[in-house]
Each structure stands twice: as C-alpha cells, then as structure tokens.
Nanobody, 119 residues
Framework: QVQLVESGGGLVQAGGSLRLSCAASGSFFGVNAMGWHRQAPGKQRELVATIISGGSTNYADSVKGRFTISRDNAKNTAYLQMNSLKPEDTGVYYC?????????????WGQGTLVTVSS
C-alpha cells in the first residue's frame, strides 16, 4: 500500500508564505511525477504545479513567479513553496504522485491540506 501524507497548510495573511510537504510512504520501487492541485470552495480541482523525477517543472499561469515546486528524491518528498499569497489561493491543496509498483505505475492522491489566505 502506498500513501501520500501532506503537511504545512494553515492560515496566513495576504502577502505571506507557506511551505507544503508531501511524503510518499509504503512499498514501491520509485516515484515518477509528483504534483500539487487545489480546490477552492465551489470550484473544480485545478492543477497548480508538477515536477518529474529529473526535476523539470510546470506551473499554472496563476502561480508562476510566486510558487516553487521541488522534490527530494531520496526522501520521496515533494514541496510547494508559496510566496506572495493571495486570497484567491485559498483552498484544499492535494498532492499526487505516479508511483512505480510491481504491477506498473499507480496514481496516488493525498488527503489534502487546507490553505486559507486572509485579506
């Protein structure tokens, strides 16, 4: 069984910063792409940022220049550094990962961590 555990959410004022972490645990051979998504109240879940094992990254236009995704392959952990936060960044942030298991690749999701940005 593979699990993703997120941490680092909370309440912050506009202009502030937060750092989210996502750690993969369980039985697997490796982790390929990892990503962060978010879901604001009443809206659909949207992609925030992704990073592959080689380090290439991709960002939603709304967070470019403010958010940075990174990973520690030795720890099977991804991070999302969020700076210059805006109220519209409020939502539940979910981590996902493509995990290499015996049967192939499995997409796994975390339980989500709430980020609230006050104006």
């Amino acid at each position: 069984q593979v699990q993703l555990v997120e941490s680092g959410g909370g309440l912050v004022q506009a202009g502030g910063s937060l750092r989210l972490s996502c750690a993969a645990s369980g039985s697997f051979f490796g982790v390929n792409a990892m990503g962060w998504h978010r879901q604001a109240p009443g809206k659909q879940r949207e992609l925030v940022a992704t990073i592959i094992s080689g380090g290439s990254t991709n960002y939603a236009d709304s967070v470019k220049g403010r958010f940075t995704i990174s990973r520690d392959n030795a720890k099977n952990t991804a991070y999302l550094q969020m700076n210059s936060l805006k109220p519209e960044d409020t939502g539940v942030y979910y981590c996902n990962a493509d995990v290499h298991i015996r049967a192939g690749y499995l997409e796994v999701w975390g339980q989500g961590t709430l980020v609230t940005v006050s104006s």
